[in-house]
């Protein structure tokens, strides 16, 4: 997804300083070749017709519907609690290595009890949130108990879903899952060589479930078989990820011969195209699942943003405003200590409050809220 204010250079040259290592054997995209996938792209895009959406400033395409989940990421109300970083299964695009035991967390945060983070979701009012691992089902009794203290907090305020591989579910933990109150399950079938038999132990018992993945370009006609299956199994939503190339997985991607993509984060150009495909499959079909598709520049625009924009809300000063973006903005004005002081008596005579500005120690700046100061008089 093109995105016009990154900065092309500084991303290319970043790109190229992280993987110094293989940076001269990976596939880069080249001019022309880049000039080619947008015209496939856009013609895939295109052919979707009515059918399609291109939600968040298009950076997200859309097949018919899209998950409450992925809307409440969208619009910055999710947090993901990540219960361990170990995995049961070996993927060769996954980004980390998932092998070692950590504590609850998110966002830098840990929360050893599962009260600490209904306490976090509460504190700042979340409307969504997800389990997620490595494998939660490797810490089960752990992830229900979060899930039974989210719920009891929050009740129907949250919609809480769980990330698996399924390896591990039995129709038991299923029932325990929905119990619990979880509201949707989202399964990576891949590692379980697209076996569908977890699905089905959730279908009819938690209330919605999905099918997660990379859009893996190798795999692309299997998926086409497995779409109207999913869909006869009671599966609701089809989240396609855009592989993301990292140092841990990167020799791997290399090794496939896929097309690495410049930006905030390295992308797989082919596994973009896949997903493309996969969604004119299914409306050539007439299989009722909504798919979207997850682009790491959706992912670095709208999910860090909202990261951001949560901590710069709680970090600011009432003087600081904070952007669209998530950045704290602040605007300072350098003069004498008798035009400073002039400022502040034009501010409080207007019946400002004083919260909103702050002088330095020597009273030769001022410091304020940017939608004050069209009531500074210019001259």
């Known amino acids: ?17 992280e993987h110094a290592a293989m940076a001269d054997t990976m596939k880069w995209i080249g001019s022309g070749d880049a000039v080619t996938a947008e015209a496939v ?11 399609a959406s291109l939600p968040f400033r298009g950076t997200k395409p859309v097949f018919r519907r899209l998950s409450p989940g992925c809307r409440l990421c969208g619009d910055g109300e999710w947090s993901c609690l990540f219960i361990n970083n170990l995995c049961n299964a070996r993927c060769f695009f996954c980004p980390t290595d998932q092998d070692n035991q950590d504590e609850p967390g998110t966002s830098t945060l840990t929360f050893p009890e599962p009260g600490e983070y209904a306490d976090y979701l509460e504190r700042f009012g979340f409307k969504g949130a997800s389990i997620s691992g490595g494998e939660p089902l490797l810490s089960f009794e752990k992830t229900l108990s979060f899930i039974t203290a989210v719920k009891a907090r ?34 990576n079938i891949i590692a379980t060589g697209y076996d569908l038999t977890p699905l089905r132990m959730a279908a009819g018992t938690i209330p919605a479930v999905t099918v997660e993945i ?11 078989v497995k779409l109207r299956e999913l869909a006869d ?47 004119n499959h299914a409306r050539e079909k007439g299989v009722d699942l909504g798919i979207n598709y997850c682009s790491l520049i959706y992912r670095h625009r709208f999910q860090s943003r909202s990261s951001r924009r949560r901590w710069a809300r709680l970090m600011a000063k009432p003087f600081e405003g904070v952007t669209d973006a998530g950045l704290i903005r602040t ?28 002088t330095g120690m020597n009273s030769d700046r001022i410091t304020l809220d940017a939608g004050i100061l069209g009531m500074i008089d210019r001259k």
């Open 41 to 51: 792209r856009r013609s895939l895009l295109d052919a979707l017709g009515s059918e």
């Open 154 to 187: 929050l009740g129907d305020g949250i919609y809480l879903w769980m990330y698996t591989n399924g390896r591990l579910l039995t129709g038991e933990k299923a029932r325990l899952l929905a119990h619990a109150g979880l509201d949707e399950i989202r399964f």
């Open 1 to 17: 997804m093109l995105v016009p204010e990154l900065d092309h250079s500084s991303i290319i040259r970043n790109n190229a300083e």
């Open 233 to 279: 199994t009671g599966v609701s939503f089809l989240n396609l990820h855009q592989i993301r190339c990292t140092g841990h997985n990167r020799e791997r991607l290399a090794g496939r011969g896929y097309t690495f993509l410049h930006g905030p984060q390295i992308g797989i150009l082919e596994s973009e195209l896949t997903a493309l495909e996969l969604m």
């Open 214 to 224: 990379p859009a893996v370009p190798e795999d692309i006609g299997i998926m086409k």
């Open 331 to 358: 605007l300072r004005m350098d003069a004498d200590p008798e035009s400073v002081s002039g400022i502040e008596a034009v501010l409080r005579s207007r019946g400002v409050d004083p919260g909103r500005w702050s």
